[in-house]
């Protein structure tokens, strides 16, 4: 079962770009990358998934570098509505039980 | 469209009693996850369905929980003699096949007096 490793908490300030890095040293061969969002009082959101290099969608876009044992999530020109705790999974997508397993996350807070 | 729904939005419940939890997952979705979250914690698998194949209970925390799903589409928690310990928001998840992306529910608070 692949680890992930996150910051706790980070703080930025709306228009800022923001990145997230989450570290899996031991990543397998076919985990693929995940993040999900999660505000107060809901479910979590899916943002974004990847293998490897770049990944980019209309709300995020994810780094993987060469060896993937990290990834970064990046959060371009953030507003205040962006405050939540984001979540980083390594899994395999045929595999329901790696998938499934969430750390800490990171908690971040936009100020205005 | 609809997305996952449960209900109750919230349950308060003595110690000791047995509850039930329901999920509704987004139609044709054939994967239905349920997983825990205490106060200011990440999320616990708990149960994980995918089609008519037996399901994952690997991550249920005693024998007090259990779960079914009738028809491969809604799906009941059901926590029997529920312990203080117990209080967290219980939620449910669906995606079209195992692994990919899970679009949540709102969740249930339970909370265990």
């Known amino acids: 079962l692949a680890k992930t490793t996150q910051p706790i908490s980070m703080d930025s300030y709306e228009g800022q770009e923001v990145n997230i890095t989450c570290s899996h040293n031991n990543i397998a061969t076919n985990d693929y990358i995940t993040w999900y969002q999660q505000f107060p009082s809901q479910g979590p959101r899916f943002i974004i998934q990847g293998y490897k290099t770049k990944v980019t969608n209309e709300v995020a876009s994810l780094f993987i570098p060469a060896d993937r044992k990290s990834s970064t999530l990046s959060l371009p020109r953030v507003s205040l509505s962006d405050t939540a705790v984001y979540y980083c999974?390594?899994?395999?997508?045929?595999?329901?039980?790696?998938?499934?397993?969430f750390g800490g996350g990171t908690r971040l807070m936009v100020k205005p | 469209g609809a997305g996952v729904s449960q209900s109750p939005s919230n349950k308060v419940t003595e110690k000791g009693k047995d509850v039930e939890l329901r999920c509704d997952p987004i139609?044709?979705?054939?994967?239905l996850y349920w997983y825990r979250q205490s106060l200011g914690q990440g999320l616990e698998f708990l149960i994980y369905?995918?089609?008519?194949?037996?399901?994952?209970k690997s991550g249920l925390p005693s024998d007090r929980f259990s779960a079914e799903r009738t028809g491969g589409s809604v799906s009941t928690l059901t926590i029997q003699r529920t312990q203080q310990e117990d209080s967290a928001v219980y939620l449910c998840?669906?995606?079209?096949?195992?692994?990919?992306?899970?679009?949540f529910g709102p969740g249930t608070r339970l909370t265990v007096t």
């Open positions: 369905f995918q089609g008519n194949s037996a399901p994952d």
């Open positions: 998840a669906s995606s079209l096949q195992q692994g990919v992306e899970q679009y």
């Open positions: 999974l390594v899994g395999k997508r045929g595999n329901a039980g790696n998938m499934l397993t």
């Open positions: 139609s044709g979705h054939t994967a």
